[in-house]
């Protein structure tokens, strides 16, 4: 596992903000995402989709539940829904401590700021297409809303095949996605394949035009191993400029 940095100038808060991003859990070990949260010691925790792992209903959701709460001893933990989440409901999140964030926002005191933090769900939810057809269209209205609130603006978007076409003209100051698992396959920093993206696709891990955040994912559900693409969980560090201190 390897804890993967990036920085952040924001004019809107006055203390620094540490968000830690564990996207695309997949079952993978609890303790160890525990262990290695506590020593991060984020403001908050995004979880932004494809939380279950494999087997049967009970055991999927026993491992969310397992998660969230591990995630909320941690930090304020906030949810959104990948194309996997089909047994996370808002009961369960909120059992856990966690909120899910199901195309809708909610303001979040974070380090004595009020943040507006949303969740853009997968329009391919429960859905079966194929790995190079293109991803089903997400709520673009909830996203355009979203990016008309006043304030600093944080959207758990699982795909970052959507960034392009739907999120990039939105004002919105940092968009935190997963899914492509790195491309699988990494060679001279690019991955081979993504779905939704196809071969070589261009979002698959780090910060592009510095609001797009994705992670490589914190475990796997393919049967495809990777190669010179460790799994990651992401630290981001908002940093408040000057002016504001």
Same mark, same amino acid.
């Given at each position: ?54 087997g ?8 969310s ?17 990948g ?35 949303? &969740?853009?769900?997968s ?26 609130? &006043?304030? %600093? ?10 960034y392009?076409? +739907?999120?990039l003209? %939105? ?9 492509? +698992? ?14 939704g ?6 979002y ?12 490589? &994912? ?8 990777r ?11 908002l ?7």
């Amino acid at each position: 596992m390897e804890i993967s940095n990036y920085k952040l100038n924001s004019s809107k808060i006055s203390r620094d903000i540490r968000i830690a991003v564990v996207s695309d859990a997949h079952g993978c070990d609890v303790n160890m995402l525990k262990n290695a949260l506590e020593d991060i010691k984020p403001a908050l925790i995004a979880v932004p989709g494809d939380i279950e792992g494999k087997g049967d209903k009970f055991s999927r959701t026993s491992y969310s539940r397992e998660f969230l709460r591990m995630c909320f001893s941690v930090a304020p933990t906030f949810v959104s829904l990948g194309n996997h989440d089909v047994d996370i409901t808002h009961d369960l999140v909120s059992e856990c401590g966690a909120v899910l964030l199901d195309d809708t926002y909610t303001v979040a005191r974070i380090s004595g700021a009020d943040i507006f933090i949303g &969740g853009l769900t997968s329009g391919s939810l429960g859905k079966k297409h194929k790995r190079l057809s293109k991803t089903p269209e997400p709520d673009t209205g909830f996203a355009a809303g979203f990016a008309k609130l &006043g304030g %600093l603006k944080i959207l758990l978007s699982h795909h970052p095949e959507y960034y392009p076409e +739907h999120l990039l003209q %939105l004002d919105i100051d940092l968009i935190i996605s997963g899914h492509a +698992h790195g491309g699988q396959w990494r060679f001279f920093g690019r991955g081979v394949f993504a779905p939704g993206q196809g071969i070589f696709p261009k979002y698959t891990s780090g910060i592009y035009d510095g609001k797009l955040l994705v992670s490589r &994912g914190a475990g796997d559900h393919n049967a495809i191993p990777r190669f010179f693409n460790p799994n990651e969980i992401c630290v981001c560090d908002l940093v408040a400029l000057c002016e504001n201190l």
